[in-house]
């Protein structure tokens, strides 16, 4: 059994050199009582989308009444979506749908890219909720598909 290593130390092992942080909010299958397995199995599309904050806290005091809601990733603005969301964690995204949970070091084989670039790019997508950290310390996208949902309308 290995040990993760001190904080501000590194191993040779990928994994360890790279810890993967906990989501900064406790996911919502946690609080449903459900676990991340069950979850992974039953997820369908997430929709990526652009609304403000009052819209999504509206979403959430739905949920609360106990209104069934869609799986849905919201940012601001149209350009933090698009900010956040370069083409290279786009096809992060697309390679973990629907795959489960695997390490930094097997995503990064996997999109053939460098570990360390594809550790920055998990980091910015578990800081935004886009990725999920399991308990054994692998990363993991909880659904099959990705639905973008963006209007633009003309500027005042």
């Not at 997820?43 to 959430?60: D, K, L, W």
């Not at 998990?122 to 963006?150: E, M, Q």
């Amino acid at each position: 059994m290995t040990t993760r290593p001190e904080k501000g130390t590194t191993s040779t092992l990928m994994d360890e050199k790279f810890p993967i942080p906990s989501p900064p909010l406790t996911p919502f299958w946690e609080i449903s009582g459900l676990t991340l397995d069950d979850v992974s199995e039953e997820m369908g599309t997430v929709t990526f989308g652009v609304s403000p904050i009052e819209e999504t806290n509206e979403r959430v005091k739905a949920a609360l009444r106990g209104e069934t809601q869609r799986p849905r990733i919201n940012f601001p603005t149209v350009e933090r979506l698009f900010t956040v969301m370069t083409p290279e964690r786009w096809k992060l995204v697309r390679k973990m749908a629907g795959a489960g949970a695997m390490s930094v070091s097997e995503l990064a084989r996997r999109i053939e890219r460098d570990p360390e670039d594809a550790y920055a790019d998990v980091r910015a997508l578990l800081k935004c909720g886009v990725l999920y950290s399991t308990r054994d310390g692998r990363v993991i996208f909880p659904y099959k598909a990705v639905h973008i949902d963006v209007m633009l309308e003309a500027a005042a």
